[in-house]
């Protein structure tokens, strides 16, 4: 099985950075952490969760229009972890960011909270 733990989240003022972790773990996360597909999903309160940033396995990446410039997503196959650098942030970035793994089915990590103070 697989599981997803988040961290890096926090609270910082608007302009700042921040540097998400979400590292793979289990008896089948080195095997396929490579070939999946990973993705970081916020989620806000009274708001449907909406997709931030993806990662495919060869490490092609995607992004929501609102973080384009100013976030970029890696990952680190070595380590089985995927980032999430967040800079330049604003209020509007606020959430629950959960960490996403796709391969055949859909993982999901529990979320980290990043707060962007004003």
């Known amino acids: 099985q697989v599981q997803l733990v988040e961290s890096g989240g926090g609270l910082v003022q608007a302009g700042g950075s921040l540097r998400l972790s979400c590292a793979a773990s289990?008896?089948?996360?080195?095997?396929?952490?490579?070939?999946?597909?990973m993705g970081w999903y916020r989620q806000t309160p009274g708001k449907e969760r909406a997709l931030v940033a993806t990662?495919?396995?060869?490490?092609?990446?995607n992004y929501a229009e609102s973080v384009k410039g100013r976030f970029t997503i890696s990952r680190d196959n070595a380590k089985n972890t995927v980032y999430l650098q967040m800079n330049s942030l604003k209020p509007e970035d606020t959430g629950v960011y959960c960490c996403?793994?796709?391969?055949?089915?859909?993982?999901w990590g529990q979320g980290t909270q990043v707060t962007v103070s004003s």
């Open positions: 990662i495919t396995s060869g490490g092609h990446p």
């Open positions: 996403k793994m796709t391969y055949y089915v859909a993982y």
């Open positions: 289990g008896s089948t996360s080195g095997s396929i952490f490579s070939v999946a597909s």
